[in-house]
């Protein structure tokens, strides 16, 4: 946008030239919406006292790595990953009901039988994802981040605000535009919860949540926690979309951009739908197929390779 490739108004409204009039740029932004909420278990079965916490297990286990890189650190933490759909619960709501129905019968949230969630489990307290609490300063915990895979709400947008490349733009993800978002998260959560705290085996290490118990009865109670500590995924993508014209998406199948010379985007931008999981292998894809279109097209220096 800095550069003159955007929505003209928005572009001369801070005094910028038009350089290509691409009314989709910072449009149709995407995430993936989560709500994280962490378990006491019981000690001795999380990687706290070996990664976060100072002490004899930390000692061995920085120790362990250094040896022959085994052991606590060697862990990517993230251990275990589910991918449920919850339709049964969804069906209770006349409003998930009434979407269902205005969408030819087929689930909004995963129309071709996607996964509603990823479910992610951390055998640790997971700074990243719970900055809205102080770290236990003792213990062994669980993080489980429940992430909405297919958001309901309309995409957000990525604005101006300055012509100072050094600020912050405006960032919108738009989360949570719909209730229906909501109440499939509130959902998600009372699902895996009810695994976690009654499953055999699980229930037997939960001891409880941190740093306060969750409402998990109440409807009110339970959306306002998610409205409070949900956020960012970090799957942002769709902002410069790919699309058949420049009235469509902002590149063309070859990821060129609509308007301009020698120019290409290969990164989760060009995505027209968030992916249904971690968007980390996608974007690989992007990358590697770019990289053989932009070596097709110079035969001169890559050859017939």
Known sequence: MLSGVGRKSDLEAFG????IDSPHVGQNLQDHPVMTQVFKIKDGFGLDSHIRHSGPEHEAA???????????????LLELVAFPRIDERLMKYEVYREAKAKNGGRDPFGPEGQPHFEIDFLPMFAD??????????????MTVIVDLLRP??????????????????????????????????REGV?????????????????EGDYPFPLPRTSDEALDKQILERSQTGYHPCGSNRIGRDIMHGVVDGELKVYGAKNLRISDASIFPLIPDCRIQNDVYMVGEKCADMIKASHADLYGSQ
């Open 16 to 19: 910028i030239d038009s350089v």
């Open 62 to 76: 920085l120790q362990q790595y250094a040896k022959d890189k085994t052991g606590p650190f060697s862990s990517a």
């Open 128 to 141: 990243a994802f719970q900055f809205h609490f102080p770290p236990p300063p003792s213990g062994d915990y």
């Open 152 to 185: 309901y709400s309309k995409p957000g947008v990525v604005k101006l605000l300055s012509t100072d490349p050094a600020k912050n733009p405006y960032i919108n993800l738009n989360f949570f535009a719909d209730d229906l978002d909501l109440i499939c998260i």
């Open 190 to 206: 009372r699902y895996i919860n009810d695994i976690l705290m009654n499953g055999e085996g699980m229930k037997d290490l939960i």
